[in-house]
């Protein structure tokens, strides 16, 4: 989900250009978020299996960008807009249960994932320092991180959850960085939408993760 993405270099951009790029991308992100709270809402009463078909439609859109982009920037708008809105209905179950269950843990979730990603993002933006080394630590540690969430699901870990929480929050504080940092440099203004995608991602993990946080004490 975060690799280079698919558009060929072009010339360096004004900082005018620059900062259009920014607007734009934040703006998509903007758009995905309120399609996301959308399905989250229409999905609330959704089974586990019409959230898992909602979860693969969401991922079919987000990898039908990856061609859409080099053919038709329409296209890849629409396609963003439907991965939020899939996304959203897949979530929507998960998001219902704790709302129900515990309503201020979504409101903790949001803020605190408001400030990480304000906070590394701003970091990723302004740092000079080349980020594309640690790219590669990140993804292959997203990697393992999946491994161990499959570990867990089979063997019970004292505190295993809030481990995978923590160890998935220091992963992504540095995806978002590296994530930021392509924002800035990227010289082709029509790579908005995939950006976008990518950053909203760090935002939905970064935002579950909190919650299982604020809730761990609703498992025990």
């Known amino acids: 989900m975060n690799e280079p993405y ?26 995905t ?12 009463d959704l089974g586990g299996g019409a959230a898992i078909l909602f979860y693969l439609l969401s991922f079919a859109a987000l990898f039908g960008m990856q061609f859409a982009a080099r ?43 408001a400030l990480f990603i ?21 993804f292959w540690a997203l990697i393992a991180l ?12 004292p505190n295993g959850a809030l481990i995978y929480s923590i160890l998935g929050l220091v992963i992504f504080a540095a995806i978002t960085m590296i994530d930021f940092q392509r924002l800035r440099r990227s010289r082709d203004i029509q790579s908005a939408p995939l950006m976008a995608a990518s950053i909203f991602l760090d935002i939905l993990n970064v935002f ?13």
């Open 6 to 31: 698919p558009y060929p270099a072009s010339p360096v951009m004004t900082r005018d250009q620059s900062h259009t790029l920014f607007a734009q991308t934040m703006g998509f992100v903007a758009l």
């Open 33 to 44: 978020a309120a399609l996301f709270a959308a399905g989250a809402y229409l999905g609330r």
């Open 71 to 113: 053919r038709s920037r329409e296209l890849t708008i629409g396609l963003l807009a439907l991965f939020g809105l899939f996304i959203g209905l897949g979530v929507a179950p998960t998001m219902s249960y704790y709302a129900n269950q515990n309503p201020q843990a979504l409101w903790q979730a949001g803020g605190a994932t």
């Open 118 to 138: 304000v906070g590394f993002g701003a970091a990723g933006y302004a740092t000079r320092r080349d980020l594309s080394v640690l790219a590669r630590f990140a």
């Open 146 to 157: 999946i491994g161990f969430g499959i570990v867990l699901i089979f063997v019970r870990i």
């Open 208 to 220: 579950l993760f909190f919650l299982q946080i604020f809730t761990r004490g609703d498992d025990r």
